[in-house]
């Protein structure tokens, strides 16, 4: 058991469900070693630069509560309610039950917080079923990812992630960078546990508990790679464990200012290990390139958070459709045709997007572990194409907007000595200026703004290299393009045999 978990058990807070308040209080109490513009901030729940978000994620804590026929239900060991999230579904409608748990919180922040904790609930909630499949190297590591699990959801923790090696030498691997110890590796093993020295890149959110330290997927060599196979949790605040955070886009501007980058901050670091001590009880992967390589597919894992980042991305989609309609009745530009396609693109995406997440729900089926497990097809469609879309529909809120987005007052302006110029001059079709502005100000958010662009970087690039995910689309779906392949050779035969048949003598 993990000091986290010790000190956990013996202050018997094991009591399910957290709200706001407990949320904030542990991170005041247990704070992660965050740092900011060159120095550590000691109070991450007041820093102008990160409050915001803090304040979101302690809101969506409460909101569990407040929708709790949906987000909560009795927990298998304790009775206590706990987050639906981390439910280990058994059939289609517990399956269906998470995902409106999930839309809950995505609706609040409208899909702009890609880090909300129930995106690694549905992680560990993967590799503790797949535990067998851990166990198979170690039996501690399957035991370890079972009551870390366990807890997880009995103290209703926040965690952060984190996967990829630092860009260094983007041409070699983690062994053959100038420093070795540049990505995050072992450092020593003792009969306790081991060392890790190093950095890892990107964890987002990390105003939160503690840390899931993902096995990478890009793991080749048995001999070189061996020293950067691992996967483990352990709490953000463990000694020698820091984050270098890159600067805040929550500006500390009003929420009519910077609607949304006031909100929904959620933060990006680098994880530096400073030589941080893991105990053998918090590890689930060790030393094992393959097992590392396939823990993703195997576990589930990789198909549950794909389940919640699709739930995301429809209510993201849904956002923009809602935000685009308004912008174009308050300017009376619905009469435009070249308006009416820009709204029907976005249209047509959340109904893709939609589609994709019933058919993936329709087509699960029970995986090896027992687990009401979505189809992987569907959703890695999904998570394929929307890196392709959210830019695009970005753009087109741009174009709605024009030059309305870079010329809107701020909310000093309105209270202001200029106020009747601007109640006469940004007034619109179907809005007067108090109408107008907000609205046309919460869409630069969403498009201009450092925060509405960060979310397009972040959408491009959510699981990885677009290139490289394609790749391993093609790869992991090769039997069912073959087949495909196969049925179009077949009538390209039959055709030239038809063809040839009427022409006796004349051979293929």
């Known amino acids: 058991m993990s000091k986290s978990t010790q000190d956990q058990s013996s202050k018997g807070v094991a009591t399910g469900a957290r709200r706001g308040e407990q949320v904030l209080q542990r991170l005041r109490e247990r704070p992660p070693a965050i740092w900011y513009r060159g120095e550590q901030v000691k109070d991450i729940t007041t820093h102008p630069a990160l409050a915001g978000g803090v304040r979101t994620l302690a809101a969506l804590y409460d909101l569990q509560w407040q929708k709790s026929d949906l987000t909560l239900y009795d927990s298998p060991t304790t009775g206590n309610k706990v987050a639906r999230s981390f439910m280990m579904p058994r059939t289609h409608e517990e399956l269906a039950s998470i ?115 993902f096995p990478s997927t890009l793991l080749k060599s048995p001999d070189e790679d061996a020293p950067y196979a691992f996967g483990f949790s352990i709490p953000n605040d463990t000694p020698g464990l820091r984050f270098i955070c890159r600067e805040s886009v929550d500006y500390g501007r009003s929420h009519y200012d910077h609607p949304l980058g006031s909100r929904f901050e959620e933060m990006d670091a680098v994880v530096v290990f400073d030589d941080v001590f893991v105990p053998w009880e918090a590890i689930f992967l060790y030393r094992d390139i393959k097992r590392c390589n396939d823990a993703y597919a195997r576990t ?55 589609a994709f997440l019933r058919a993936a729900e329709a087509d699960a089926k029970l995986d090896e572990w027992g687990v009401m497990r979505p189809d992987w097809n569907p959703l890695d469609a999904a998570r394929n194409l929307f890196p392709r879309l959210y830019p695009r529909m970005v753009e087109i809120i741009q174009q709605i907007g024009a030059s309305g987005l870079v010329a809107m007052p701020t909310e000093a302006d309105l209270k202001g000595p200029l106020l009747e110029d601007i109640r006469k001059y940004y007034q619109a079709a179907r809005a007067d200026a108090f109408e107008r502005i907000p609205l046309f100000r919460l869409a630069w958010d969403t498009c201009l703004s450092a925060f509405g662009s960060r979310q397009v970087l972040y959408e491009r690039f959510f699981f990885g290299d677009p290139v490289r995910m394609a790749g391993a689309l093609v790869s992991g779906h090769q039997a069912q393009i073959q087949e495909q392949a196969e049925r179009v050779r077949a009538f390209v035969i039959a055709n030239r045999d038809e063809a040839f048949a009427q022409a006796p003598g004349k051979q293929a």
């Not at 995505?106 to 503790?128: C, L, S, W």
């Not at 198909?303 to 849904?318: D, L, P, R």
């Not at 685009?324 to 070249?338: K, P």
Request: glycine fraction near 6%.
């Open 99 to 213: 995902t409106r748990s999930m839309k809950v919180w995505e609706d609040y922040t409208r899909g702009m917080m890609g880090r909300v904790p129930d995106y690694i609930n549905r992680a560990i909630t993967g590799y503790a079923a797949g535990a067998p499949f851990l166990a198979e190297a170690d039996p501690r590591f399957g035991a370890n990812a079972v009551r870390y699990y366990e807890y997880l959801r009995e103290n209703d923790l926040c965690l952060t992630h984190t996967l990829i090696p630092p860009q260094a030498n983007r041409a070699v691997s983690s062994a053959k960078q100038a420093d070795p110890f540049l990505a995050a590796r072992i450092k020593e093993e003792t009969d306790a546990g081991i060392v890790i020295r190093g950095c890892r890149m990107l964890a987002t959110l990390p105003i939160s508990d503690e840390i899931m330290v």
């Open 300 to 354: 589930g894992a990789v198909v549950h958070m794909t389940h919640q980042v699709v739930v995301k991305n429809i209510a993201k989609t849904e956002f923009l459709l809602g935000l685009a309609s308004l912008m174009v009745s308050s300017i009376g530009a619905e009469g435009f045709q070249h308006i009416q396609e820009k709204l029907a693109e976005i249209w047509v995406n959340l109904e893709t997007m939609k």
